[in-house]
């Protein structure tokens, strides 16, 4: 099984950043996906979700009408589209999958850094 982020780098605030999530190694589309994060000296928090077919997602308060969280079952990746980034946003962002059954897979990880 891997979850493999990739996408994540150096943005100025405002400016744009699309995370891909390569998923491999188990049923893909059975799968809710989701998108975590975690900034220096906070706890890893959640940023947003989709179910298994994609028709229900889910976004923290924070990033709401910023952020957009889709998936391709067909290619086995889901994606973090992020707009109007803040220096905020700055943190590793993972990808974690969770299955009917509870079975859970994560990713390492890739780094978000909003700065001027």
């Known amino acids: 099984v891997q979850l493999v982020e990739s996408g994540g780098g150096l943005v100025q605030p405002g400016g744009s950043l699309r995370l891909s999530c390569a998923a491999s190694g188990f049923t893909f589309r059975r799968y809710t996906m989701n998108w975590y994060r975690q900034a220096p000296g906070k706890e890893r928090e959640l940023v947003a979700s989709i179910s298994s077919a994609g028709s229900t997602t889910y976004y923290a308060d924070s990033v709401k009408g910023r952020f957009t969280m889709s998936r391709d079952n067909a290619e086995n990746t889901v994606y973090l589209q992020m707009n109007s980034l803040k220096s905020e946003d700055t943190a590793m962002y993972y990808c974690?999958?969770?299955?009917?059954?509870?079975?859970?897979?994560w990713g390492k990880g890739t780094l978000v850094t909003v700065s001027a």
């Open positions: 974690k999958a969770v299955g009917i059954s509870g079975m859970t897979y």
